[in-house]
């Protein structure tokens, strides 16, 4: 197996557990040992919908697995001993054009685990965005999970190149957060999404007529919310969800 091969491996089976995608479970089948056609394994392709509604293939990996934060419930905390890896912003441009040339996929969806710092990776994702567009003229769906921590004009940025930013919210309350994330901060989370909602509704304004803005992030934000690892109950949750959507 290639090194980057590996690498892949190891970065798509890590982002497994980052909401992207709509794809329901299925039993592991594969045909690499000659017998049959097809496999329902194979690293890190995955599916999510267009904003026209169409069901798409995207590359789904993580920039790296290593992670200097320990949040509890992630397989990539820096406590872990999962195997780690990182591609260079190169690779995963690479990557990209090869599968999608080859018909493989449709877009990218790219998270990381967070090194040095949060403006650092997030450079990093951001950067290999730019590249895909600027440089190779990528077309495609991109998503790019973003890092709450990081600076306000990184997300602006994320936002030209993307279709989709996400921020997790991780937890429905303050509290639980700080127990299961305790380097995550509740407050810089909701500053991030408001961040990037402001952008999204400056952007969509028609009132700005010859004078609009660039788009940003045209196909919106997401985020997800782990249920079941604290006491919330579900009327926390669903407050927290309600919040969300309304603010
Ligand atoms: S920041 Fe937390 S959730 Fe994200 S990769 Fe690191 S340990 Fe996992």
Redesign the pocket.
């Known amino acids: 197996m290639s090194q980057v091969a590996r690498k892949l491996a190891i970065l798509a089976d890590?982002a497994k557990?980052d909401a992207s995608c709509s794809s329901s479970g299925s039993t592991a089948r594969k045909s690499l040992d000659g017998k049959g056609i097809g496999s329902t394994e194979g690293a890190g392709i995955c599916h999510s919908y267009a904003p026209d509604g169409r069901c798409i293939s995207l590359l789904k990996v993580?920039l790296t697995?290593f992670?200097?934060?320990?949040?509890h419930?992630?397989?990539?905390?820096?406590s872990?001993n999962t195997p780690r890896a990182r591609f260079s912003v190169d690779e995963v441009v690479s990557l990209t054009l090869s599968f999608y040339k080859r018909n493989y996929i449709e877009g990218l969806f790219l998270?990381?685990?967070?090194i040095q710092s949060p403006d650092y990776t997030m450079e990093q994702v951001v950067e290999v965005a730019r590249r895909l567009r600027t440089v190779h003229d990528f077309r495609g769906y991109i998503h790019l999970k973003t890092?709450p921590e990081a600076s306000p004009e990184l997300l602006s940025e994320a936002g030209l190149y993307a279709d989709r930013l996400s921020i997790?919210v991780?937890l429905p309350t303050r509290s639980s957060l700080s127990v299961l994330?305790p380097?995550?901060d509740h407050a810089s989370i909701g500053r991030s999404m408001g961040t990037i909602r402001n952008a999204i509704e400056e952007a969509s304004d028609t009132s700005y007529g010859d004078h609009k803005p660039k788009a940003f992030a045209a196909a919106g934000q997401s985020t997800q919310m782990i249920v079941g690892a604290d006491d919330a109950s579900d009327t926390t949750i669903l407050d927290c969800s309600d919040r969300l959507y309304n603010g």
């Not at 998270?111 to 967070?114: C, L, V």
């Open positions: 890590a557990y993580l697995n992670c200097t934060y320990n949040c419930y992630c397989v990539n905390r820096v872990s998270s990381s685990g967070i890092i997790n991780e994330a380097e995550k």
